[in-house]
């Protein structure tokens, strides 16, 4: 059977199927970009993301993905005078482990900025940690809109002045999949989420939308983020006669949670956000997973002539892993840290002396990715 995740992406108005790929066995592994040998100042660019656990398949592939973008930056010499080294911590995607992580590299002096984290639960921990030492923290895949906003989004208030990211929001995301449910003529939807920052956020979103555009929410559960047997639930939703079950949530959950769903009698697509949109979800899922749906923050890199030289460099490196997800908005995130650093470093003394220019410097920033003028924020 072709096994097929379809994807919503927000950045185009068509729904397309895709056979979700991973980018092939490769051998090469990321190191630090530079010894400081060469007489060059050091300047360091940092990553927070799960290494290892469940979503490590997307933190492969951002840790990759920054670490090309470093490399690049020192063979053209982006900076003169300066070279750049790249340091990956292990975020577990645990808010605890991510406030080791974001302690560990706000420490080391040579830190200028640091791309990630994954979650957006890590991300709402290890803001304020960045923000005391005036470093600059870029996420590729951070989606919860009050990282940005607030926790009251109608009166929107940025706390934190070094936060920034380069991917879009659930308050997008969230509307764009139930106005794409709606128009395929689907009315009434279940909402599962993990009680997670990303995962309730999105099915908030999500719902809010849906109900507004006319459908019904005929219930809302919740799951645990480690559960693994789904069965309570599936009866609960099972009971109600959806047409369609959205999950707030990411792949290692998501991916057993459709297969259950579809043993049980539960037989209605599963859609959720980008935090299922990754070949593991497949794998996980199986065969009965045809018809599931993902919206996607951007359309996939492959498909996109802006995105060439990336895939094509990426590949041409020889990592093991795929760039997966955030592979782009980590390659983008660490661009724009380094852009950022040509206007700080070189008036600096020291790595840590460009800090605070580093953040200031981040607000102006603005290169053509995907086809498009993209700013951070």
Do not use: H
């Amino acid at each position: 059977m072709n096994r097929r995740l379809a994807a919503a992406g927000l950045s185009g108005l068509l729904i397309a199927s895709l056979a979700l790929t991973g980018c092939g066995q490769r051998n090469a592994e990321p190191t630090a970009s530079g010894s400081g040998g060469s007489g060059k100042k050091v300047a360091k660019i940092g990553l927070i993301a799960p290494l290892s656990g469940g979503l490590s398949a997307m933190g492969a592939g951002m840790r990759n993905s920054v670490d090309l973008a470093v490399k690049q930056a020192n063979d053209s010499n982006a900076i003169p005078g300066w070279e750049l080294q790249f340091v990956a911590e292990d975020d577990q995607a645990s808010p605890d482990a991510g406030k080791n992580a974001a302690t560990k590299l706000t420490g080391d002096k040579e830190i200028v900025g640091v791309v990630g984290p994954l979650n957006s639960s890590v991300g709402q921990a290890i803001q304020p940690i960045f923000q005391s030492a005036g470093i600059a923290l870029v996420s590729p895949a951070n989606t919860s809109p009050s990282l940005t906003k607030g926790a009251d989004l109608a009166n929107p208030v940025r706390a934190y002045s070094t936060y920034f990211r380069t991917c879009t929001t659930d308050d997008v995301q969230g509307p764009f999949a139930a106005k794409y449910l709606l128009d395929q003529g689907i009315k009434q939807v279940a909402t599962i989420n993990d009680k997670k920052a990303y995962g309730q956020g999105l099915a908030t979103a999500f719902a809010k939308a849906f109900v507004e555009g006319g459908g019904t929410v005929v219930t809302e559960e919740t799951i645990n983020p480690d559960d693994k047997d789904f069965s309570a639930v599936i009866s609960k939703v099972k009971s109600v006669n959806p047409a369609a079950v959205y999950y707030g949530g990411e792949y290692p959950q998501a991916g057993p949670l459709s297969q259950q769903m579809k043993a049980a009698g539960l037989n209605v697509p599963l859609m959720g956000g980008d935090g299922i949109f990754d070949p593991a979800f497949i794998e996980l899922a199986g065969s009965t997973a045809n018809g599931d749906l993902a919206t996607s923050v951007g359309a996939p890199a492959e498909s996109l002539d802006s995105a060439k030289a990336f895939v094509e460099a990426y590949a041409a490196a020889g990592y093991k892993e795929g760039y997966s997800a955030y592979g782009t908005y980590s390659y983008d995130a660490a661009n724009a840290i380094i852009e950022a650093l040509k206007v700080s470093l070189p008036s600096a003394s020291d790595a840590s002396a460009a800090r605070a220019g580093t953040v200031e410097a981040l607000n102006s920033v603005k290169f053509l990715r995907r086809g498009r003028v993209q700013r951070v924020r």
